[in-house]
């Protein structure tokens, strides 16, 4: 073996105890270093994006595996966001959270507002839609299903409401 493939080697071998004792240090000194980190992020946010970047730009597969995930068990929250992102884009004031939509939900016991059939999956609809200038908070909203979401669309409640009985 020559000296350099030793001298490789040494290294090898010295980063792995290096790794080993680092891992050990945080496990048992977590809170510490959860606190040391959280300082270091706040004195160089640009250097944290820089970095967090850079880590996504060559770890593209985990990324989207990594979002895909916290999608599926996170769905209210995604719901929410998406929720307020399209409300921005029509004007709308006012914002709901991703746990304030789960608690409609649980306080509807999972059931449509329009046709009361219980679902696992609802949609938000607004009572007075924001194409109509209605607002994003969460008491201008309730659950309901695709189907009753799709057939109010746009249309205000009560006309929503007298174009059902009549059918």
């Known amino acids: 073996m020559t000296a350099m493939a030793k001298l490789r080697r040494m290294y090898k071998d010295s980063m792995k105890d290096t790794v080993a004792?680092?891992?050990?240090?945080?496990?048992?000194?977590?809170?510490?270093c959860g606190i040391a980190a959280r300082k270091w992020d706040a004195e160089?946010?640009?250097?944290?994006?820089?970095?967090?970047?850079?880590?996504?730009?060559?770890n593209k597969d985990k990324v989207i595996e990594m979002r895909k995930i916290y999608r599926l068990n996170n769905k209210d929250k995604v719901n929410a966001w998406n929720q307020n992102r399209r409300a921005r884009l029509f004007g709308a004031?006012?914002?709901?959270?991703?746990e304030e939509w789960k608690e409609l939900k649980e306080s509807y016991n999972y059931m449509?507002?329009?046709?009361?059939?219980?679902f696992t999956e609802l949609s938000e609809d607004h009572i007075i839609p924001l194409s109509s200038?209605?607002?994003n908070y969460i008491d201008n909203v309730v659950p309901a299903c695709k189907l009753c979401?799709?057939?109010?669309?746009?249309k205000p409640l009560l006309l929503f409401m007298f174009q059902e009985v009549q059918i």
Not at 21 to 32: D, I
Not at 44 to 52: G, Q
Not at 93 to 98: A, Q, S, Y
Not at 112 to 118: E, I, T, V
């Open 112 to 118: 449509c507002a329009y046709c009361g059939n219980k």
């Open 149 to 154: 979401n799709s057939k109010k669309s746009y």
């Open 133 to 135: 200038n209605g607002t």
């Open 93 to 98: 004031i006012g914002i709901h959270t991703g």
């Open 44 to 58: 160089n946010k640009e250097k944290r994006v820089e970095i967090t970047r850079n880590w996504q730009s060559r």
């Open 21 to 32: 004792n680092s891992k050990r240090y945080y496990e048992s000194h977590k809170e510490k």
